[in-house]
């Protein structure tokens, strides 16, 4: 199996960033393949702009869905897109981790996602290649996040709603959207005030979840 860890986390030090190391050692252990994009790191510009559309097709008006169609059938997207889109498709399964920020991915996930899965790369709803037949069909998906707050805050009836409900946008309108096969996410809560007893078991507990992928 071939994974693509895609990693949003600012801080080297946190539990965020233990959890992303166990996933790039436990593969390695079972004989599976793990590529990385640590997006802060890599200092990746979440913007989508017309300039990164070295061909563009209306020079009048920007229209990035048309533009991507276009850049898609002529393989012309800017090097830092095309690079990332040669590992989506190198990938059999695409792991998205991240904070919870405002009950959602942070900004640079969510640029990653606008600027790579783009529209005849991903998708064509022109074409109808969307949902069962989106052109990621056959890859599956898995989010993994932390959040700061207790799960009975992100539980129904608590004060920030349902957790699952509000990744059930990025799971259905997304990734399902694109064809991709959704695994169950693993959540981690409370994170940045657990015990440090509390974060090891977290980590093991991780590494199993990874182990049954």
């Not at 300039?51 to 850049?71: C, D, G, I, M, Q």
């Not at 409900?165 to 997304?174: N, P, R, V, Y």
Request: charged share 25%.
């Amino acid at each position: 199996m071939k994974v693509l860890y895609v990693y949003a986390h600012p801080e080297p030090k946190s539990f965020n960033s233990a959890l992303k190391d166990i996933a790039l050692d436990t593969p390695k252990e079972t004989g599976h393949e793990i590529m990385l994009s640590d997006l802060y790191a890599m200092e990746f510009n979440p913007v989508l702009t017309a300039t990164y559309f070295p061909e563009r097709k209306n020079l009048e008006v920007f229209k990035p869905f048309f533009e991507a169609l276009t850049a898609s059938k002529k393989g012309i997207f800017a090097s830092d897109i095309k690079e990332e889109m040669e590992k989506v498709k190198w990938a059999d399964i695409l792991i998205f981790q991240f904070q919870i920020y405002f009950t959602a991915m942070l900004a640079i996930m969510k640029g990653w996602i606008d600027r790579i899965l783009a529209p005849g790369f991903s998708f064509n709803p022109i074409t109808n290649s969307i949902y069962n037949t989106g052109l990621l069909k056959g890859k599956c998906a898995m989010l993994v996040t932390t959040t700061g707050s207790p799960k009975e805050m992100y539980s129904e009836g608590g004060a920030h709603g349902d957790l699952n409900k509000h990744l059930k946008s990025i799971i259905h309108c997304i990734f399902e959207y694109m064809g991709l096969k959704v695994l169950p996410s693993h959540i981690i809560y409370e994170a940045s005030s657990m015990s440090r007893e509390k974060g090891t078991e977290e980590l093991k507990n991780y590494k199993k979840q990874l182990l049954k992928l």
